[in-house]
């Protein structure tokens, strides 16, 4: 399948953000060394709320071309927002801040799918006020 033929309402729930902790992500095919065919996360948005009221967030990015980043969502990292929406558009920031590391192909498909989170923000956003 082409990038310009992937179905983006696939990675644009039209829907808003849940109260609750949220993993959000697309997959990419591996093939394991023993040969067997999997899935694993091309990228990933981790969101949890911390004790305090505030959320927090971790990203992955894990390319077919070896490039690999990965934190989980933890109080350790200090990475707080005050609301959902808004730490859902840090953890946007940081993936397009390391794109580059991905091959073109995954980064066409994650700057569709981070498109369509950044409007779910706002849409939530909005809801809000």
């Not at 990675?11 to 109260?19: A, V």
């Not at 060394?33 to 990933?44: D, F, Q």
């Not at 004790?51 to 490039?67: A, E, F, P, V, Y």
């Not at 801040?97 to 706002?122: M, N, P, S, Y």
């Amino acid at each position: 399948m082409k990038p310009s033929e992937i179905q983006i309402d696939l990675f644009c729930p039209p829907q808003g953000l849940s109260q609750s902790s949220e993993m959000l992500e697309i997959l990419r095919p591996i093939r394991w060394a023993n040969g067997e065919r999997g899935a694993v996360a091309l990228v990933r948005i981790e969101l949890v709320p911390s004790k305090d009221d505030r959320w927090m967030w971790g990203t992955t990015l894990n390319s077919q071309n070896g490039m690999q980043r990965s934190y989980r969502a933890m109080e350790k990292w200090g990475k707080f927002a005050a609301t959902k929406p808004e730490a859902l558009m840090e953890a946007v920031d940081e993936l397009r801040a390391i794109l580059d590391g991905a091959t073109v192909e995954e980064q066409l498909r994650i700057k569709a799918w981070l498109g369509g989170l950044i409007a779910k923000a706002h849409h939530v956003s909005s809801s809000l006020n």
